[in-house]
């Protein structure tokens, strides 16, 4: 018989639909419940796509016993992460605090008040490893509850005052200047992995936000070491087995140093970032490797993750069914043999592959199957040949049993995924990318918007989830939709991204001008979470900023560019001493210094002029550039929709560009050559 998840929309709670768990949503009935059997919470926090999620749910929770004992002592309630940040944001620190580490699952048990007082992460069905067993875990929690009941309660009540204590206190620290970055520079130069690429050791996850900010830094300053390091990282990844040698795309992470062996989870923001970043280093360098890897990992959002309404989905499985044992295991979808290539591709063209792709007899994963890699030392080959080797390699894996996907649309992970391929679009000449991204951005507001244009999390087969949206969603879309306004030249996307970043301003922005990952009148948790630092995407905090800025500079508005640099005091005081986890806000930081640049194109949008300017003012390297494209506009503000056009001329009746920053203009130029030199624009 279903349980109380059978109704929610979350792919991942619909997973444990059927569980033995009497499990609840995240909710104040579930606590209510709590405190009206004198029981404790137990929180389980996990998402779709993760592998050791799936792991503990069918080793504990579809296991009889161990759900008949969770029914009997505590209130059970299930959390997909992905729909409720907030939720698992706090809990996770609480988490990182007491144990220094974390992860999904999230197993925490809490009073009846939503109060923590244990922690833990997977929990297997033996004890192994130093780790307890899960029902172990279950009786200790049960007999401390029963028998110590207030020494639960003080623990549980320090913990609470412990992360209250935490505050930030950034707002007042003065926005970042070129100290602060040259200093961040050198951080992520000692922790530079000169060998393989990437910073830190195993596992190894790709810095998309750091290299955004090393290719910023070297367009403001020249650094070359800084370029360096993000084209080399660049090309070690996409040579390796994280990137998907044969559908494009990237993994989660590496296991391993040398980016060889993923886990396999694809998820939209990782793909969403690279993409961009691949598509920027292009525009620095024009890098073959580089444009191909942005056009597949484009490609492959667009053919995998795109949904039948038009958005993106959220991810795809680590796992998949072995058609050879019938079960699912990690990487199945993925991994090859030698015999197996050899059979799909016959002898002369399977032992090629196996050479070109890095196969080896013994596997480099599992069970003697290797990941596709690109070794540097692989053997020359005919272009043509291997197009026609993956191209047949990939036919052979479509016939594979897919990988499950998590088809719940979130706004954030969208608004990434709309500006990389607005970029890719424009960048590389494929208007079918512009299509996919304006689409994206017309479901985000017909479904998630509403009319005071606030934002939901999630949406799902076009329906609206019922969990407010966060500041990480409010900074993203209003990125993607300014990318978007840059692009197409369509002004409604300015206007839209105007209601979001006034809803920062209005409901999440603190005295001191930091800001919180949850709305002032958002839902009550033991703490209201604020957190500057990326995970796998960039934080809430610096992608709002972000977003401030561009649209301060295409305003002027003095508000939004004021509120911008007053967030920016974290990445003053984050930036020098852990770079590696604030690179947005560092990438930000860089526009801010560079201006950001504010470009105008006037012309007639079927002259070919315009076109060419309006292409190299896109093409430009000048960190955190706004563009804006249209028709002349009059001081009234007739003929165009940006503010940046008003009162924008013609030259000699000629599409014309003028380029402005910190108040200074240079001279308008109807010459695609001469824009691009007052914009740093690398020409391939």
């Not at 996990?46 to 799936?54: A, I, M, Q």
């Not at 007491?98 to 069905?125: H, I």
């Not at 006034?502 to 922005?509: A, C, E, G, N, S």
């Not at 947005?584 to 930081?589: K, Y």
Request: with cysteine; charged share 25%; hydrophobic share 40%.
């Amino acid at each position: 018989m279903p349980n109380r998840l059978a109704n929610e929309t979350s792919p991942y709670l619909l997973q444990h639909a059927d569980n033995p768990v009497d499990w609840w949503p995240w909710s104040p009935e579930a606590f209510a419940e709590a405190r009206e059997r004198g029981v404790p919470v137990m929180l389980s926090v996990g998402y779709s796509s993760c592998h050791w999620c799936h792991v503990m749910a069918h080793e504990s929770f579809e296991d009889e016993l161990a759900a008949a004992y969770m029914n009997e002592h505590f209130v059970n309630v299930k959390v997909d992460r992905e729909e409720r940040p907030d939720v698992d944001a706090v809990y996770m620190e609480a988490v990182q605090a007491a144990t220094g580490q974390g992860g999904w699952p999230m197993t925490v048990f809490l009073t009846p008040d939503a109060e923590p007082f244990y922690f833990g992460t997977y929990f297997p069905p033996e004890p192994r490893h130093g780790m307890p067993s899960f029902m172990q875990v279950l009786e200790g929690v049960r007999t401390a509850w029963v028998g110590r009941r207030e020494e639960v309660a003080e623990v549980a009540q320090k913990i609470v005052r412990d992360l209250a204590g935490r505050q930030l206190d950034y707002g007042r620290a003065g926005s970042p200047g070129p100290e602060e970055l040259a200093q961040a520079l050198l951080g992520l130069t000692r922790e530079y992995d000169a060998t393989r690429g990437g910073f830190g050791g195993a596992p190894k996850f790709p810095p998309s936000m750091v290299l955004e900010f090393l290719l910023r830094h070297h367009a403001r300053t020249g650094a070359e070491g800084a370029l360096q390091m993000a084209a080399d990282t660049c090309e070690a990844m996409a040579r390796g087995g994280i990137y998907d040698q044969l559908g494009g795309g990237f993994a989660r992470y590496s296991v391993d140093r040398e980016w060889v062996v993923p886990h396999f989870e694809k998820m939209l923001y990782d793909n969403a970032l690279l993409c961009r970043v691949y598509a920027h280093l292009w525009r620095a360098t024009g890098s073959d490797l580089a444009r191909r890897v942005a056009l597949e990992t484009a490609d492959f959002m667009v053919r995998e993750l795109r949904t039948d309404q038009g958005g993106f989905a959220s991810a795809l499985d680590a796992d998949s069914e072995d058609p050879l044992s019938g079960k699912h295991v990690e990487g199945a979808y993925y991994a090859w043999t030698p015999a197996q290539l050899r059979e799909v591709l016959g002898e002369d063209d399977g032992e090629l592959a196996v050479a070109y792709f890095g196969v080896t007899e013994e596997g480099t994963f599992e069970h003697g199957k290797s990941v596709l890699q690109l070794p540097q030392d692989g053997p020359a080959a005919d272009a043509e040949r291997i197009a026609s080797i993956r191209a047949l390699l990939f036919a052979e894996r479509e016939t594979r049993p897919a990988p499950g996907r998590d088809d719940k649309i979130v706004a954030a992970w969208n608004g990434l995924a709309i500006a990389a391929l607005a970029d890719c679009g424009a960048f590389f000449e494929r208007p079918d990318l512009i299509e996919r991204a304006t689409e994206a951005a017309d479901l985000l507001v017909r479904v998630h918007m509403d009319g005071r244009a606030r934002l939901a999390r999630t949406s799902k087969d076009g329906h609206v989830g019922a969990n407010a949206g966060v500041l990480e969603d409010y900074g993203d879309v209003a990125e993607g939709f300014l990318a978007l306004a840059g692009v197409t030249g369509e002004g409604v996307w300015l206007e839209f991204a105007g209601f979001l970043v006034d809803l920062v301003l209005d409901q999440f922005t603190a005295e001191d001008g930091s800001l919180y990952d949850t709305a002032h009148d958002a839902e009550s948790l033991i703490r209201r979470p604020q957190d500057p630092t990326d995970t796998a995407a960039p934080s809430g905090w610096t992608a709002a900023a972000g977003a401030l800025l561009s649209y301060a500079a295409h305003t002027g508005s003095e508000a939004h560019r004021t509120a911008a640099e007053r967030a920016l005091g974290v990445v003053h005081a984050l930036g020098p001493r852990a770079p590696r986890f604030i690179g947005h806000g560092l990438a930000v930081a860089e526009a801010l210094l560079d201006g950001p640049r504010e470009v105008a194109v006037v012309g007639h949008p079927e002259d070919p002029a315009r076109a060419a300017l309006h292409r190299a003012a896109l093409l430009g390297t000048a960190p955190g550039a706004v563009v804006a494209t249209g028709m002349p506009r009059s001081a009234d503000g007739g003929g165009g929709e940006f503010p940046l056009l008003a009162e924008r001329t013609l030259v000699h009746d000629r599409p014309t560009a003028y380029v402005c920053r910190h108040f200074v203009c240079a001279r308008p130029t109807t010459e695609p050559v001469e824009l691009a030199e007052q914009l740093g624009t690398f020409r391939p």
